[in-house]
Nanobody, 118 residues
Framework: QVRLVESGGGLVRPGGSLRLSCEAS????????MGWFRQAPGKEREWIAS????????HYTPSVRGRFTISRDNTKSTLYLQMNSLRPEDTAVYYC???????????WGQGTQVTVSS
């Protein structure tokens, strides 16, 4: 059973940067496309970025494209999200998870809180 542990969140001013990490236990991390998701207060969880297992293809939701960069290190079973030019509307709990093809979903981790406020 894969376990996901997100970290790196915090309180940052608008325009600031954070780097999130998601460490996965087990070996199946490297087999799958991985994605970052977020859930803002009172809203549903949404997908924001994903990368294929070899990082050859990445996708971003329009609201973060050009500001966020997804990457991964399969040797460390770790997914990253570099977030620049943060905005108050980026405030949310951030999660990672698989997007297939070998696993439809891993158990969700606890997420990491990102708060963008002056």
């Amino acid at each position: 059973q894969v376990r996901l542990v997100e970290s790196g969140g915090g309180l940052v001013r608008p325009g600031g940067s954070l780097r999130l990490s998601c460490e996965a236990s087990g070996s199946r991390f490297s087999l799958n496309t991985m994605g970052w998701f977020r859930q803002a207060p009172g809203k549903e969880r949404e997908w924001i970025a994903s990368t294929t297992k070899d990082t050859s293809i990445t996708h971003y939701t329009p609201s973060v494209r050009g500001r966020f960069t997804i990457s991964r290190d399969n040797t460390k079973s770790t997914l990253y999200l570099q977030m620049n030019s943060l905005r108050p509307e980026d405030t949310a709990v951030y999660y990672c998870n698989t997007m297939g093809p070998y696993d439809a979903e891993f158990p969700w981790g606890q997420g990491t809180q990102v708060t963008v406020s002056s």
